[in-house]
């Protein structure tokens, strides 16, 4: 028999699909598993026979933490293995005020290839199911204690598993068990238009992230092959400005700073335009080596120079600081230890 996995279940879907008696059973056992028990017999106040019950009928996990690696700027990368072979890798990543954040995967590789990322070069494999994504989470607050944060800007593109998703924040964010606050969670796109369009109009309010790295359309289109048709950059920028006004939240556009390729006045000109009368902050992200691409990263005059201008069009620009790099753990880096 197929043991029920329980990271992907609500308090009422444990009681009914094991035809508990007491409702509150269920709510005890989702309030433990949000508590990242590695083991039933740390349910200890649930019965002996509910615990045996458990153990024959339903599992944790569906994965393992194969490898941790840390860097010395206090990044954890969790290289997770999956029921079936696939790896995913997870991070966590703290911040000069000591917040910690939960930076997730959603698939296994992805299938978007972006020129510029590691991940990219992988291929998709497969969806990861809201349960696998929940361990992830589960397994970070067992390295790391207590994190303040999640944002879904792992290995692959969230707008393709955007169910999984919304189950995975239904769960986390459940009063009965970790009760995280929507607030506290972001989704990073590479621009799929139809995906930010659904997002805004069925939810759940979160904020969102757009990966544009130029508004230069034939550049992007070479950096980022889903820059085309539905997902021009015309479309995108309606879809934005959509999400922003539907939800009443500012919208986040990251840009991946490539040497001598869109660091130029008139990339800067170009977003500056792009960013004219939406609702937008620009977050700024110095290319994080990847040996394997043709790029390479930008000095500091030439982030500057770029930041400066798009600062005195009176733009809200973020440099982003870099953490991670030493163990792939970076943006743009993840799978670069995947077996």
């Known amino acids: ?113 972006c020129a510029f990322c590691m991940t990219g070069t992988l291929g998709l494999s ?45 769960i986390l964010c459940n009063k009965d068990g970790r009760a995280l606050s929507s607030k506290r969670i972001t989704l990073s796109t590479c621009g799929i238009v139809k995906g930010i369009y659904d997002l805004a109009d069925k939810g759940p309010a979160i904020r969102l992230a757009v990966s544009l790295t130029t508004a230069d359309p034939e550049l992007r289109q070479k950096l980022m092959p889903v820059s085309n048709g539905d997902n021009s950059l015309p479309e995108l920028k309606k879809a934005i400005d959509y999400y922003a006004q539907k939800s009443g939240k500012r919208v986040t556009l990251e840009a991946a700073l490539l040497h001598d390729t869109n660091t130029s006045l008139e990339s800067a000109q ?11 902050n620009i977050n700024l992200i110095p290319w994080n080596p990847v040996q394997s691409l043709p790029f390479t990263e930008p000095g500091q005059s030439e982030i500057k120079k770029f930041t400066d201008v798009l600062e005195k069009a009176r733009l809200n620009v973020t440099l982003r600081t870099r953490r991670g790099r030493k163990i792939g753990g970076a943006c743009g880096q993840l799978g670069r230890t995947t077996k």
């Open 126 to 170: 497969r969806n990861l199911t809201a349960a696998e994504i929940v361990e992830e989470f589960l397994y970070l607050e067992e390295a790391a204690g207590k994190l303040d944060n999640i944002v879904f800007m792992g290995m692959g593109e969230p707008m393709q598993n955007l169910e999984a998703i919304r189950r995975t924040i239904e």
């Open 1 to 113: 028999m197929e043991k029920l996995v329980l990271t992907g279940l609500l308090p009422q879907e444990i009681t009914e699909k094991l035809n508990l008696s007491q409702s509150f059973r269920g709510k005890q056992i989702f309030k433990w598993i949000s508590t990242g028990v590695t083991s039933f017999d740390q349910m200890t106040n649930l019965s002996l026979e509910l615990r045996n019950e458990l153990k024959e009928k339903t599992m944790l996990r569906t994965s393992k933490v194969q490898d941790t690696l840390t860097d010395p700027d206090g990044t954890i990368k969790l290289v997770i293995l999956l029921n079936d072979g696939n790896c995913v890798e997870t991070v966590l990543l703290t911040d000069k005020e000591g917040r910690k954040t939960a930076c997730v995967s959603c698939q296994a590789g992805c299938a978007m290839k």
């Open 270 to 280: 170009n977003l500056i335009e792009f960013a004219r009368g939406i609702d937008v």
